[in-house]
């Protein structure tokens, strides 16, 4: 089939919920993506955060291929060795008790939410608990994560909303303390704030929250869906705040591109939940478990937040510079390699234009271009992004 002929079978049978671009694309190789004409692309997108090691990595297929032929899936009625492994190398990761595998980032905040309402009845027997979300905050589109996304757009044709969700202002203290009542049982936000358009946690305001929760019996929720998993330079981005949450979701860059993700607890909080209370049919398989083991091997082996550390300054350096050198680039603002640059024009724009110039990128909100390449970037896949952008600002 041409390229031509896929993309009409694809308009002609899928709900359009994408506006996709009218590009085909075929395989990948390394950090470059090629397109069913052959047409190379430079991925700083890497699939939205997920292929930290880049496409076609032979390590990690062939570890996936060995358990292919040993078994893929059963169910969680019985016990697997992929699953055990996985979840004592994710919960000792990440300073965390018990961990609860789903099959992506959005289930991993309904199991996060139903670990909340849970904490809390058990604590009070209650069953009218608050839970304070930030706003421009995004934690998925399922009916739970959609109302904890602090983004009237998402929601608005699909209310009502689930009760007892109160929004703050990210990076505002004060309006955290406003929303506490006897009722609030849990905060829950980014660390990097990434759809609402790249804005990291202040340290005041993360340790503040930290402290606001210890203080009023509250759990501390992260979501480091999009920022954790080495991407800011530390496995969890929380690490470089010197505070540990309560319940923390992963997924994304967690199976390099094989649907899982997890919502982990730790204290009480991870006891919370027994059997009855919580399930998936396919979350925790041996064939997404044993992408788990290998992602964290590979984190080890090749050294990635070191080399994700070593790499920052120089993507920071050539955005600073296009800040520095167009007028409609106003600003750059992000940690590690999760970075975004705000611009005046219309990001779709750019971002048409750039795939001309076989350069992918996303947008972050309504005014950023998000860089989140893979971690294995080189300073010269950084300096043919640049020189490619700059070609495409050229033209505005």
Known sequence: MNSCDIMQMAEAHLIHTYNRYPIVLDHGEGVHLYDADGKEYLDFGAGIAVFAFGYNNKEFNDALKSQIDRLIHTSNFFYNEPMAKAAKVLTEAAGMDKVFFTNSGTEA??????????????????????????????????????????????????????????????????????????????????????????????PEFIKGVRQLCDENGMLMM?????????????????????????????AKALGQGVPVGAFMARGNAAEVLVPGDHGSTYGGNPFAAAAVCKTFEMFESHKLTE?????????????????????????????GLMQGIAVTIKPADIIKKALDEGLILFAAGTDVIRFVPPLVITEDDVEEMKTKLEKVFDIF
């Open 222 to 250: 992260l979501d480091e869906i999009q920022c954790g998993l080495c991407r800011t330079g530390t496995l969890y981005a929380f690490e470089q705040y010197g505070i540990v949450p309560d319940v923390m979701t992963t």
């Open 109 to 202: 905040i309904e199991g996060a939410l139903k670990l909340a309402k849970k904490y809390g009845f058990e604590r009070d027997g209650r069953t009218d608990h608050e839970i304070i979300a930030m706003g421009h905050s995004f934690h998925g589109r399922s009916m739970g994560a959609l109302a904890l996304t602090g983004n009237k757009h998402y929601q608005e044709a699909f209310g009502p909303m689930i009760p007892g969700i109160r929004f703050a202002e990210y990076n505002n203290l004060d309006s955290v303390k406003e929303l506490i009542n006897d009722k609030t049982i849990a905060v829950i936000m980014e660390t990097v704030q990434g759809e609402g358009g790249i804005h990291p946690a202040k």
């Open 307 to 335: 080399h994700v550390r070593e790499i920052t300054p120089v993507l920071e350096a050539a955005l600073d510079e296009l800040v520095e050198n167009f007028d409609f680039v106003t600003e750059r603002r992000g940690m």
